[in-house]
Nanobody, 123 residues
Framework: QVQLVESGGGLVQAGGSLRLSCAAS????????MGWFRQAPGKEREFVAT????????YYADSVKGRFTISRDNAKNTVFLQMNSLKPEDTAVYYC????????????????WGQGTQVTVSS
């Protein structure tokens, strides 16, 4: 069992930045692929970014490529999402998630989830 707790969300103006953190506990953090997803009201949960066990493989959704950066610190059991040049369409609840089998871009591939943190970008 892995427990995930996100933090760092908030209200920011368009063009601003936020840094999300996800602290993990319960199992060896470095064994897990970590991902970020988001869900806006009335929409399905969508992939944002994912990072492999050692950080050597990273994928981003096209909508955030060049603006968001995912990283991890295995010594601190934490994964980060640096979000720059935020847009109103980035408004959503952001979730971090952990996967065991492989690096993936669908929610079904992740088995542990945090409770989410709200990000609101005003225009």
């Amino acid at each position: 069992q892995v427990q995930l707790v996100e933090s760092g969300g908030g209200l920011v103006q368009a063009g601003g930045s936020l840094r999300l953190s996800c602290a993990a506990s319960g199992h060896t953090f470095s064994n897990y692929v970590m991902g970020w997803f988001r869900q806006a009201p009335g929409k399905e949960r969508e992939f944002v970014a994912t990072i492999s066990w050692r950080g050597s493989t990273i994928y981003y959704a096209d909508s955030v490529k060049g603006r968001f950066t995912i990283s991890r610190d295995n010594a601190k059991n934490t994964v980060f999402l640096q979000m720059n040049s935020l847009k109103p369409e980035d408004t959503a609840v952001y979730y971090c998630a952990a996967a065991v089998a492989r690096i993936g871009r669908t929610p079904q591939e992740y088995i542990y989830w945090g409770q989410g943190t709200q990000v609101t970008v005003s225009s």
